[in-house]
């Protein structure tokens, strides 16, 4: 890591130079490209970009990205609760893991998107739908962080607290908690992703509203650069999203022992 | 005996208490819905075993091999460049940070647009998702590297394709693996949205035919399809991670 950096440091100036240096031949190379007509239908960056500014200028891009973001926050909220909830008493009995271990593997293998023609039928084209889904996709990510971390507990600070007699109330609240945040913090930033992903996703194939319908009514109204706007918007929240969890889980991780160990 | 008996009986409890729940949940037939399971179970007998199989299994699994194999050679031969090369990784990692962000269903209308409904849209868009996660962890692996291993294979006068072939891909072949499994799941669910939007054969568009067309029981059976090859995929390459990963194991014991 610090080799590579210091070098990029020597050679190009800081990293984010370099970085930005980046983007920008690729922009122009594109730009370049797509004006002279040489990649078909794609429209140039200066075409998505004024398209861009056009959707927000109109305030067209208000009620998707409303959408996207209350499916978004609603199932994600739900998969965390829910995920808690069932993973603790997972991770605490020996019997309820070994019971539950096989189904749970089997479970999250499978897609949440295969649902979408049954939970269409059930529940229409509405947020219900792509929460419902979404939901579904994210709660094995916090089960199993959740399980994992409430398994993680030291032996022997799980005895002391027994030869203690601490009350049961205690040992949860000083010990598996404590134990087991870092490893939830993970399971919330694997599910914000996977929430933002399913909600999408769901949004472009069921079509259900949001900044995935967008997409699809864009393309079939032949409106192509404005397609390309909300395509980047898409992944800018995926960007933007995965950051502010991952400082999150950084916050949770940082006072954690294993965490100080390491860094010392 | 018992013992291990025990072990191999528990997990399957739940499973079987689950499948007998949904059997006499649904053998009342109250929801059009919900169809009576061993309904459901007749039909996939009847579809699956192995009647359409050459028509809708065999396309499905076609555009999963090929995009996770274009994605494997693609994002190990890019990753061992970009990893071996820090400071370029490190300039176009936002760059590739914001393609893997970005969900990849999110490009199928320009999939759709720009190369049409075959099963060249359907491998494209495969690959333009399940490339990410293999290509950012080759670049991680290979930067990982030890520090020693380099400087041995320096002392040595490693050939580059022994260094490549013999050294660098070995000792991140731990995280190429785990980016393959991360792309496998992705390749899962494009494969079954890709024929949702565009496709005229594949088990993807068979369930969504059953829908439109109320068929409830077939719709059923082309879910638990899926659902049982996407766990068997994933046991598939767990069981390759096994073996190609014996070495490694041998070494942290």
Request: charged share 10%; aromatic share 10%; net charge positive.
């Amino acid at each position: 890591m610090v080799p590579a950096r210091r070098l990029l440091a020597g050679r190009w100036g800081s990293p984010l130079a370099a970085q930005l240096a980046v983007v920008a031949v690729l922009l122009v190379i594109w730009q370049i490209t797509a004006g002279l007509g040489q990649l078909g239908a794609v429209p140039t960056p200066v075409e998505v970009g004024r398209a861009l500014l056009a959707i927000f200028a109109s305030g067209a891009v208000w009620e998707p990205l409303g959408t996207t973001l209350a499916g978004w926050a609603i199932s994600l909220l739900l998969a965390v609760v829910v995920g808690i909830v069932v993973g603790f008493p997972l991770g605490t009995s020996r019997l309820a893991y070994r019971l539950s271990v096989f189904t749970l593997d089997f479970l999250r293998t499978i897609p949440a998107l295969v649902l979408v023609p049954l939970v269409v039928l059930l529940y229409g084209s509405g947020l219900e739908s792509t929460i419902l889904l979404a939901f579904l996709g994210a709660v094995w990510a916090v089960i199993m962080q959740t399980i994992y971390g409430a398994r993680d507990v030291d032996p022997t600070a799980l005895q002391t607290f027994m030869s203690f007699r601490v009350r049961r109330w205690d040992t949860v609240r000083f010990l598996l908690v404590p134990t087991a945040l870092p490893y939830i913090a993970t399971g919330v930033r694997l599910a914000a992703a996977i929430c933002l992903l399913v909600t999408i996703s769901a949004q472009v194939v069921i079509p259900a509203g949001g900044l995935g319908e967008q997409i699809l009514t864009a393309q079939l109204g032949g409106a192509v650069p404005t397609m390309y706007a909300y395509i980047f918007l898409c992944g800018a929240l995926g960007v933007g999203a995965n950051a502010a969890f991952g400082k999150l889980e950084a916050k949770a991780l940082a006072w954690h022992p294993s965490h100080r160990k390491v860094a010392a | 005996m018992s013992s291990r008996l025990a072990r191999l009986l528990v997990p399957a409890l739940l499973p079987l208490i689950l499948i007998l729940a949904w059997w006499y949940a649904s053998a009342g037939g109250s929801s059009i819905f919900f169809p009576p399971l061993s309904q459901i179970l007749e039909r996939f007998q009847e579809l699956w075993l192995f009647a359409l199989v050459p028509e809708h299994v065999v396309p499905s699994l076609q555009s999963i091999l090929w995009g996770l194999g274009i994605s494997i050679v693609l994002g190990v031969g890019l990753g061992v460049l970009l990893g071996l090369n820090g400071y370029v990784a490190t300039a176009v990692n936002p760059v590739l940070q914001f393609l893997r962000y970005l969900p990849a269903v999110a490009l199928l209308p320009l999939a759709i647009q720009l190369i049409g409904i075959g099963q060249e849209m359907r491998v494209t868009i495969i690959v333009l998702g399940a490339l990410w996660p293999i290509l950012l962890n080759t670049i991680d692996g290979v930067r990982g590297i030890s520090p020693g291993l380099v400087d041995v294979a320096r002392s040595n006068r490693l050939r580059p394709f022994d260094w490549i072939f013999r050294v660098v891909i070995p000792s991140a072949s731990p995280q190429i693996f785990a980016g393959i499994r991360a792309s496998l799941a992705v390749s899962v669910i494009l494969m079954f949205a890709s024929e949702l939007l565009g496709a005229s054969r594949g088990i993807g568009y068979f369930i969504l035919e059953a829908q439109r067309q109320f068929s409830l029981p077939e719709m059923w059976s082309g879910m638990i399809l899926l659902g049982i090859i996407g766990y068997a995929l994933n046991v598939v390459l767990m069981a390759i991670e096994y073996f190609a990963l014996a070495w490694h194991r041998k070494a942290r014991i």
